[in-house]
């Protein structure tokens, strides 16, 4: 689609199994595999904190608003990195503090900031669009460029995705507590405030990166669905956080391999998306820990076991 | 009983307890509070000392969550002061324990009983955490002792609702806190489970010498184990021994309105109005109990007069 000029380099010249020609020697498939690999694990772990805290509503949020921020972006002739960056960290931030504690409030007021916001994006679309001089920024925003993630916007990517990382190790334990009971955490002495605040940046942030990899539209997918498998198969926060983070970078991984031998697929050397692969691999592994029968705790497993028989 | 003549107002402090150190672990004075036009608290006042089991009685909307957030430093109070171990409330360490009403934890959520338990340890820490022995022994250790270990590997939200209060004291004891609070144990337990956990935390709590204050609408299952009683209604509150506070004449006073305690097979029921006598209820004369609406303890219905 969005056909940026190296992967096309070894177009023709043989077909091999698995790993089309120049696939280990373009340098794009290099910086799309490492900045790929690196998003995928900051949203796999943020991912299981999202799932954990109850707020998916505002992670899918974040994403449709980062369509705002890409698209202002090149509105502005400013890389999408920095647009959907802008748009997540203002938007996350701005959600959490139109909330209150009540979970049922946050989703209203993720609510009313997506029906404004989305508005804008429209609008900004439409300019870029018209007033541009091509079509493919919108499909740019909506459905990623891992292939032309290069030089300095990687740099960046890479440095926002262990920022991410690390704010996630340093407020783990509170996170935790959080996620329990607001109260619970608040009487140990958390500021659970300004808790969510941040875990609201750092989820705008990662949903930010993940909007680059796989664009606006599916970019849930990348912090949703490992999530949500890791929890099928996992007991414990660490193992849910690594099992998601694995399989966000494998999928991640095995879409940029297929993206790549995709142009020489027939009917057409064109190529296919990144994020399509990305995302129908997740879907895959989704699908496939629904297959294994959860463990058995001491609680209410007998309704699940009937239901949930494999 | 020959106590004297007690005014709600300003009951005498109770005396040291019998086994404990003169110290109070927690002292409640004066505190008061107005909610939505309403005086929810009214110059409230007890202390508690060390390994005290006392319950927190009142009805539905008496201001018992309010008090106990306010104990917990989760809000403000308009006036009053709470003191913990002798210090005034700060935002961190301050040695109490608190098991929530309620947790909103999802049945799917990677969270086992003994990571909650871990959490107790040091969960509002910032930065990662090191796998150590101890942890996991001391873990081990107070699973074992609020009789959870079966499930310790199972996830807190497919446990019931006494399992996950079990790990929720041992969230809040592996800390070895001075006071533990809990608000409403047994309010989403069935007869049998909210015993147990009764008895539990009362069994803990005196081998650690944790005071405990516990909130219930229902003072019933908590006699075999309450040393001290905080009776809570019409925004204000009496504080004794059990046999001191719940008696006709205080409750009266503290209602603004004729009650009646009545102890029937070790049990005691709170009644509104002044007319019954004990043997009359005793001899079984129904239409006593028809015409003066025989209530447990706390129900709204007996301040509604």
Known sequence: MRAMSSPRSGFGSGFRFLFEPGFFSSG????????????????????????????????????????????????FGVGPLWGFIAAGVAVGGAMDLASTRRRASRGVATGIVLGAVQGVSALLLYLDTTSGSTTGVTVTVLFGSLFAVSGYTATATLAFALLGLASLAVCYRPLLLDSVSTDLAAARGVRVRLLGLAFMVVMGITVALSSLIVGTILSPALLIGPAATALRLTQSPLAAMGTAAALGALATGLGVLLAYDSYHWKPVGNGWPVSLFVIALLFTAYLLSGLRRPRAGTGPAPATATTEAA | MSAPVISPMSLPAPGPAPDGPARPVLEVEQVSIRLGGRQILDRVGFTLRAGEFTGLIGSNGAGKTTLLRIVLGLRGADGGSVRVGGKPLTRRARGVGYVPQKIQIEHDAPLRARDLVALGLDGERLGPRLPSRDRRDAVARMLEAVDATRFADARVGTLSGGEQQRVLIAHALIARPRLLVMDEPLANLDLRAGQEIVELTSRVAREQGVAVLLSAHDINPLLPVMDKVVYLAEGRAVHGRTDQVVRSEVLSELYRHPISVLRVDGRILVVAGATVRAEAFDAGERDVRADTAARPAGLPEVHAG
């Open chain 1, 28 to 75: 794009p498939v290099h910086a799309a595999l490492l900045t790929g690999t690196v998003v995928a694990l900051v949203s796999g772990a943020v991912g299981v904190f999202t799932v954990l805290r109850g707020q998916s509503f505002a992670g899918h949020s974040l994403a449709d608003l980062g369509t705002l921020g890409g698209s202002g972006a090149f509105l």
